[in-house]
């Protein structure tokens, strides 16, 4: 291999004016050695990862791995390498094997981190049966709470911030957030509401403390549920707010003037919406409100499957689709819908306030959960952002109403929400 191989291939990737420069083992280089992200290839191991599984779930590997390390800001170097962004694809793939030679072609062990495939996972239970589903949710969220303390801050909110003004901070906006969920489901004190997919409680809680309401939440994750009924109770609303570690499926009660699911949808799939609001309208008494709040596709001709890293490291069988879908499925299914609302460029701004958080507080979140894991959350966040920044995924809350047989809403006639 010539001296200056790895640094040719990996000057291929690089954008024209990408901030970034690339150091490797064999002491190849690219890019600018001023730039203020740097590449580290630091064995073999890095290529044989890449061109092992070509795309996004390669180079993934090799980043959580550490046999592909980075220095600087993740964001930076994505925005800087749409290459990156976009995978190293088999043309590509099979070009830099051609200039390296088969020797980088070789088995590699897959990270412990990651899950299983689809088919893999297929053997194991239905998508989308309670069993599977449960293990999904625990593989992402179990982690530690400790953890998610460090990233998402005090609010413990894992779903997209409101910002009412450009120069909010994230508590702020998380807190606005559940305030505009309140104001659309017209919330009032001694009414019931039940929010699916409730995380650590910051719905139940705040709902139940600032708007008087007997809150019920539900969560897959039995670590969630430990903590939220902890601070349920240190917050003094054990008397009307509740988390309970169970499906949302398994609620037995019915009758609540308002259902909430905030990040809940994605976990779903695309062919068990109308049965999720049918099963959402079942639980509502006439006039309740449904606010459906999640990540969703720009188009609806877009496949719902995640891409593999996402698929594989963050969300196992998670699906996204275009809000078309879901106001569809919600219409057919039980609801009138009232109110549609995007919030994509709110998603960026609470992802680069979680990034700015994990490299805080990057040394203790690695005592926590171990560096590959750091390096996951630390990829996905960041790519994420981008994401949503490039109109590659969306985030809508759609409101519903399940109307009274005479016709009536019990929706103001052009409501603002007050916020």
Known sequence: MAQDELGSVFARLLDADAPVAVTAYDG?????????????????????????????????????????????????????????????????????????????LRPVPVPAEEAPGRIRRGLRGLRHSKARDSAAISQHYDVSNRFYELVLGPSMAYT?????????????????????????????????????????????????????????????????????????????????AEVRHLDYRDVRESGFDAVSSIGLTEHIGARNLPSYFRFLASKLRERGRLLNHSITRPRNTEPAHTGPFIDRYVFPDGELEGVGMIVSAMQDNGFEVRHSENLREHYARTLAAWCANLDANWDEAVRESGVRRARIWALYMAASRL??????????????????????SAVPLRPDWGV
């Open 28 to 104: 190849s280089t690219a890019g600018s050695p001023d730039a203020p992200v740097r590449i580290d290839v630091r064995s073999p191991l890095a290529l044989s990862y890449a061109l092992s599984a070509p795309g996004e779930l390669g180079l993934a590997r090799a980043y959580v791995t550490g046999h592909l390390d980075v220095s600087g800001d993740l964001y930076t170097l994505l925005k800087g390498m749409s290459r990156v962004i976009d995978g190293l694809g088999p043309r590509e793939g099979l070009r830099i094997l051609r200039r390296l030679g088969p020797r980088h």
């Open 160 to 240: 997209c911030a409101c910002y009412p003004a450009a120069d909010a901070s994230l508590e702020q906006a998380q807190f606005h957030k559940f305030d505009l969920v309140c104001r659309k489901l017209g919330l009032e004190p001694g009414m019931r509401l039940l929010d699916v997919g409730c995380g650590w409680g910051g719905m139940v809680a705040h709902a139940a403390e600032h708007y008087g309401v007997r809150a019920l939440g539900v969560t897959l994750s039995r670590e969630q549920a430990q903590w939220a009924q902890k601070d349920i109770v240190s917050r003094g609303l054990a008397d009307r």
């Open 387 to 408: 994401g949503f920044e490039r109109r590659q995924i969306e985030l809508h809350q759609v409101l519903g109403v399940k109307v009274g047989e005479d016709g009536d």
